[in-house]
């Protein structure tokens, strides 16, 4: 099954995650199919705290790629804040 996830990347105690579309059976790290945007839970002024690719999720969630629920609620705060 494909999964859209989160991977962490950035220093310690700097977390800095890349929202990636992976087949659920590869560990966390690994390859990925594509990577679809990133959230940076501490960015600060003028930094981007999250971007996605809209676009590209809705073609893989149509294809039955499955978001995790931290995806999920990412994607459903996006798309509020685009559309405000």
Not at 18 to 29: L, P
Not at 47 to 68: F, K, N
Request: proline share 5%.
């Amino acid at each position: 099954m494909v999964t859209i996830r989160l991977t962490r990347r950035g220093a310690r105690n700097q977390p800095f995650y890349h929202v990636m579309v992976t087949d659920s059976r590869k560990r966390q790290g690994g390859a990925s199919l594509e990577n679809v945007g990133f959230f940076n839970p501490i960015a600060g002024r003028g930094e981007t705290p999250l971007r996605l690719d809209l676009g590209r999720i809705d073609y893989w969630v149509g294809h039955g790629a499955q978001p995790s629920e931290r995806v999920r609620s990412l994607i459903a705060s996006y798309r509020k804040q685009a559309s405000a």
